[in-house]
C-alpha cells in the first residue's frame, strides 16, 4: 500500500522560505509523477505542480512559477518543494500526491503538511 508522508511545514514570515518534504513507501512501480496541491480554508485544491518520475520534466501552477521548485531523489521516493517568497496567500495545507501512470489522476494522497504564512 502506497503511502505519504509530507514534513517541513511551519509558520513563516511573508517573503520567507519552506522546504517541504515528501516520502513515498509502499511503491512498487515507478509513478508517472508526483505532485503538490494545497488547500486553504474555505477554498477549493488546487495544482501546484508536479514532476515527471522519469524524466524530471516539472510543471507548476502559473501563481507559483518562478518561486516554488520541485525536486526530487528517485532512489528514496522522495519529492520536495522549496518554496521562496511566501506571502500570506500561499498559506494552506500542503498535500503531495501520486500519479500512478499518464492516464490515471492522482489516487495517492499525503495527510498535508500545515503552511502559515504571516503578514
Known amino acids: 500500500q502506497v503511502q505519504l508522508a509530507e514534513s517541513g511545514g511551519g509558520l513563516v514570515q511573508a517573503g520567507g522560505s519552506l522546504r517541504l518534504s515528501c516520502a513515498a513507501s509502499?511503491?512498487?512501480?515507478?509513478?508517472?509523477?508526483m505532485g503538490w496541491f494545497r488547500q486553504a480554508p474555505g477554498k477549493a485544491r488546487e495544482f501546484v505542480g508536479d514532476?515527471?518520475?522519469?524524466?524530471?520534466?516539472?510543471s507548476y501552477a502559473n501563481i507559483v512559477k518562478g518561486r516554488f521548485t520541485i525536486s526530487r531523489d528517485s532512489t528514496k521516493n522522495t519529492v520536495f518543494l522549496q518554496m521562496n517568497s511566501l506571502n500570506p496567500e500561499d498559506a494552506a495545507v500542503y498535500y503531495c500526491?501520486?500519479?500512478?501512470?499518464?492516464?490515471?489522476?492522482?489516487?495517492?494522497w499525503g495527510q498535508g503538511t500545515q503552511v502559515t504564512v504571516s503578514s
Open positions: 500526491a501520486v500519479r500512478v501512470t499518464a492516464r490515471s489522476d492522482y489516487v495517492h
Open positions: 509502499g511503491l512498487t512501480f515507478s509513478p508517472y509523477s
Open positions: 514532476i515527471n518520475w522519469s524524466t524530471g520534466f516539472r
